[in-house]
């Protein structure tokens, strides 16, 4: 019944912007502390950002300045902001949420940056 449904990935350029998005269900979202994380072909799932409920968030050193992440506790919907994009941000992005000693993970949206 907890679904988490990433949208907005798609190709672009290197220096383009994009924004995914995570719709959440079946959570108490204000409770869960949401995140993205990544993963390139051949490479570990790498943690790429963080937001707790009343909007405070942290990043992996690979994005920070480029990247944010942001909440919409009315929607049940947390975005990532993706600005100046390098195509070593190539990969599948997961929406992750956590709370209470679970965790729930999206099916991954891809975002290709092509130079």
């Known amino acids: 019944q907890v679904q988490l449904v990433e949208s907005g990935g798609g190709l672009v350029q290197a220096g383009e912007s994009l924004r995914l998005s995570c719709a959440a269900s079946g959570i108490i979202f204000s409770d869960f502390r949401m995140g993205w994380y990544r993963q390139a072909p051949g490479k570990q799932r790498e943690w790429v950002a963080a937001?707790?409920?009343?909007?405070?968030?942290n990043y992996a050193d690979s994005v920070k300045g480029r990247f944010a992440i942001s909440r919409d506790n009315a929607k049940n919907t947390v975005y990532l902001q993706m600005n100046s994009l390098k195509p070593e941000d190539t990969a599948v992005y997961y929406c992750h949420g956590l709370a209470w000693g679970r965790e729930f993970w999206g099916q991954g949206t891809q975002v290709t940056v092509s130079s």
């Open positions: 937001i707790f409920s009343g909007g405070s968030a």
